[in-house]
């Protein structure tokens, strides 16, 4: 990162300080996926370095949506909280207001901000978040000079940016995402993200291992490669590499030190040497999300999924036949264009067979611009909600069924947090993504231990510490 932009915020911010009277407070607020959840982390990089002090209260000096829009609904939650955004700022005049992320790169969404949401200070999306220092230099520069309604909207459709290089603060100590490519070509005929992320782009291999390095001299314990479809990754590259290749080289560097975990699989992209390799190195987690959206082949086509859902039980055959313990996730959509009853039962059935340590469900969400949202036979909200529930109390049932096999076996767990519910209990994960809660000291937080599972809930399980560091 270009330091001397960091050095020029660092003095702006100080200025700002005095301005308000105190150091200013930055919150940033992170809807959707670990994409999101990783760009903000850069965001609240930045913000620290340059003085900011960070709070969760969205009443404070600088405050950041960082935004989702693979469903409609994930819109509704940021028009709904900006409502609120507008009490705090009539509050605090001196209030900054910004919105990034991928519904920002929607021209109905930037629209809509700027015909009813004048008092919001700065826009940007997915392709510029490199430029996040420069424009909030800007912003502040006005809010000394007392400009009282700066609004800068900057979106732009080129993906040269380069995000990578800015500094960032991690939402966890011990662990932390790594982006190892962006973008998605896939086109799913109901999903946006192309049309927001753009086309997908790989980051070398060099790059991504030297990042891990440093987050491992940093006290990192597990990482998690980050791509919309990692099966995919190295493609792109002008020496072109696979996916398996890039985790059995880093699981192998890093053997013994590091956990490693990665999202999401495309299906179809899902290799035997990527198999081998998971099987092969006992420090990639046992744990694969692998969406499988529907059980019906009329369905999956008209998704543009390219693969059948004999195709998927095969996969999931393979899969288990090298590594029997292992789990598997999935996501399922519900309600797509001209789906019947049948479809669901199909859906409901490949559950069944399938075998899910857990699934994402997700009523289907119309979004403008893409192909499905042009299908007739849209369904009817209320069928699909009808739907909706059963398709759930298949989910539950598989979850339940195949947690249950934890239980009174000792494993590994990496401790992630104090027990929001619990006094003097903390939680943390297994290989396998389950999260468990036992009773144990905050002291044990970021560590690997040793926890015997004593109950299966279905979604979570129950345990306690064998060791006697606790
Ligand atoms: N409606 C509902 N769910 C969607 N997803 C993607 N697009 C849509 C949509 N239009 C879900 C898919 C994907 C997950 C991240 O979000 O299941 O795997
Ligand atoms: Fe969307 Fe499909 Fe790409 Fe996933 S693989 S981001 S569902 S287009």
Not at 322 to 327: E, G, H, K, R
Not at 388 to 413: Q, T, W, Y
Request: proline content about 4%.
């Amino acid at each position: 990162m270009d330091t001397e932009i960091i050095r020029q915020l660092k003095q702006t911010v100080t200025d700002y300080a005095s301005m308000l009277g105190c150091r200013p407070r930055a919150c940033i607020v992170t809807f959707g996926c670990q994409m999101n959840a990783r760009d903000s982390e850069k965001l609240r990089g930045v913000l620290s370095a340059s003085g900011f002090e960070l709070t969760d209260s969205e009443d404070c000096d600088f405050l950041i949506y960082n935004t989702c829009t693979v469903r409609e609904n994930a819109n509704t939650r940021v028009y709904g909280r900006l409502g609120k955004v507008k009490s705090y700022k009539k509050k605090n005049p001196l209030m900054m207001v910004a919105l990034c992320g991928c519904m920002m790169q929607e021209k109905s969404v930037t629209d809509e901000i700027g015909s009813k949401y004048g008092f919001v200070d700065l826009v940007f999306g997915t392709f510029n978040l490199d430029r996040f220092p420069y424009l909030l230099e800007d912003l502040l520069r006005a809010r000394l000079e007392e400009q009282p309604c700066f609004t800068r909207v900057e979106i732009i459709d080129s993906t040269e940016n380069d995000a990578d290089r800015l500094p960032s603060a991690r939402n966890y100590p011990f662990k932390a995402g790594v982006n190892i490519m962006y973008g998605c070509n896939n086109f799913c005929s109901y999903c946006i993200v192309p049309y927001v992320r753009g086309r997908e782009r790989s980051r070398e291999p060099s790059e991504i291992l030297e990042e891990i390095r440093y987050l491992r001299e940093d006290g990192v314990r597990e990482i998690m490669l980050l791509g919309q479809n990692v099966n995919s990754y190295g493609k792109t590259l002008n020496r072109p590499k696979s996916f398996a290749w890039l985790l059995d080289r880093i699981a192998g560097e890093f053997s013994s030190e590091l956990l490693i975990r990665f999202m999401t699989s495309h299906p179809k992209d899902l290799s035997d040497d990527l198999i081998r390799v998971m099987a092969d190195h006992n420090n990639i987690c046992e744990h694969i999300h692998l969406p499988v959206q529907a059980g019906s082949d009329r369905i999956l086509q008209a998704m543009n999924r390219h693969y059948t859902r004999e195709d998927y039980l095969a996969l999931i055959d393979k899969i288990r036949s090298a590594m029997p313990d292992i789990a598997i996730t999935t996501d399922i959509m519900v309600g797509f264009p001209s789906e019947t009853e049948t479809d669901i039962d199909q859906t409901i059935d490949l559950i069944g067979r399938s075998g899910f340590d857990n699934a994402f469900t997700f009523l289907y969400s119309r979004r403008t611009g893409t192909p499905a949202a042009a299908m007739e036979d849209q369904v009817d909200g209320e069928t699909a909600s009808r739907w909706f529930d059963k398709v759930l109390e298949a989910v539950h049932c598989s979850a339940r069924e195949r947690n249950r096999r934890f239980a009174g076996r000792i494993m590994p767990v990496l401790v992630e947090q104090e027990n929001r519910h619990n006094d003097g209990w903390i939680s943390g994960r297994i290989s396998h993504n389950l999260l468990v809660h036992f009773k144990g000291s905050p002291k044990l937080i970021g560590k690997i231990i040793p926890v015997k599972i004593t109950e299966s809930k279905g979604f979570y399980l129950m345990g306690e510490t064998v060791s006697d560091e606790d």
